[in-house]
């Protein structure tokens, strides 16, 4: 089960782009990266989901180098809205869809 | 589509005390998850269902905790007797299908006190 680490909390002032990356050294070779986001007192939504190279969604962008041992989540042009917390996740898509959640990426987007 | 529905939303028991929660999936979701959120943790899966079947139960503590879907569509997850460090979120996912799909939905949890 690969390991992810993420920055505990990041700050942003709106408008601005924020790049939030997660390590996960021993990710395996059917493992995919995911990522969540999280508002209080709400359950987890999905971001973006990817397997190498780079992402894009209406919401985000993905970037996953080569080696595949980082990820690197990009919002672009953040509100106060996106304030929330982040989780990257890593885990078999194929394996009945096990990911497991870390502790998350805390941003705080101010005016 | 309606989303993933879980009640109650709040609950408040003292310790010893058995409680249950509910969980009923967005129609067509063949896997199940129940969750446990620690206040600033993210969530720890507990128990995960594929149709009536259990393919991850791991992290279950079997001794009190129970959960059960029968018929492969609703679920019940059970706390007896419950402990004051059992407090916390409990969220409830469903997805498509397990091979090939990703995306996991959340219902707004199940917020439990153990005074």
């Known amino acids: 089960l690969a390991k992810t680490t993420q920055p505990i909390s990041m700050d942003s002032y709106e408008g601005q782009e924020v790049n939030i990356t997660c390590s996960h050294n021993n990710i395996a070779t059917n493992d995919y990266i995911t990522w969540y986001q999280q508002f209080p007192s709400q359950g987890p939504r999905f971001i973006i989901q990817?397997?190498?190279t780079k992402v894009t969604n209406e919401v985000a962008s993905l970037f996953i180098p080569a080696d595949r041992k980082s990820s690197t989540l990009s919002l672009p042009r953040v509100s106060l809205s996106d304030t929330a917390v982040y989780y990257c996740l890593v885990g078999d898509r194929l394996n009945f869809n096990k990911f497991y959640f870390g502790s998350g990426t805390k941003l705080n987007v101010k005016p | 589509e309606a989303g993933v529905a879980q009640s109650p939303r709040y609950k408040i028991i003292e310790k010893r005390q058995s409680v249950a929660f509910w969980c009923n999936p967005i129609s067509g979701h063949a896997t199940l998850y129940w969750y446990q959120q620690i206040l600033g943790q993210g969530p720890k899966l507990l128990i995960q269902f594929q149709n009536n079947g259990v393919v991850d139960d791991s992290q279950l503590p079997k001794d009190r905790f129970s959960a059960e879907r029968l018929k492969g569509v609703d679920s019940t997850l059970k706390i007896q007797p419950a402990k004051l460090e059992d407090s916390a979120v409990y969220l409830c996912?469903?997805?498509?299908?397990?091979?090939?799909?990703?995306?996991?939905?959340f219902g707004p949890g199940t917020r439990l006190t153990v005074t």
């Open positions: 990817g397997y190498k």
């Open positions: 996912a469903s997805s498509l299908v397990a091979l090939d799909s990703y995306e996991q939905y």
